[in-house]
């Protein structure tokens, strides 16, 4: 089994920042994309951030220039550096962790932590 326990959400002022980060353990495959996702009340969950273990990234659109997305392969640790937060960043961010093994694709969540932006 695979756990991802993150940390760093919190309350915030818009124009300021938060470091939210996130550790992986149990049987992760060494090849796999960790990643941060959000969900706003009465939205769907969505993409803010991925990196592979190459250093690949995405980014969505809305975060470009403000966040940024790191990870340390040794540890199994994700960070998300969060800058110029706007009322709009507002949601529940749940850590992400995927990879192929044998054919199958395996997938898991965090319980997620609370960024809340005020205006």
């Known amino acids: 089994q695979v756990q991802l326990v993150e940390s760093g959400g919190g309350l915030v002022q818009a124009g300021g920042s938060l470091r939210l980060s996130c550790t992986a353990s149990?049987?992760?495959?060494?090849?796999?994309?960790m990643g941060w996702y959000r969900q706003a009340p009465g939205k769907q969950r969505e993409l803010v951030a991925r990196?592979?273990?190459?250093?690949?990234?995405n980014y969505a659109d809305s975060v470009k220039g403000r966040f940024t997305i790191s990870r340390d392969n040794a540890k199994n640790t994700v960070n998300l550096e969060m800058s110029s937060l706007k009322p709009e960043d507002t949601g529940v961010y749940y850590c992400?962790?995927?990879?192929?093994?044998?054919?199958?694709?395996?997938?898991?969540w965090g319980q997620g932590t609370q960024v809340t932006v005020s205006s």
């Open positions: 149990g049987e992760i495959f060494s090849i796999n994309t």
């Open positions: 990196i592979t273990t190459g250093g690949t990234t």
């Open positions: 992400n962790l995927a990879f192929y093994r044998l054919g199958h694709f395996y997938n898991y």
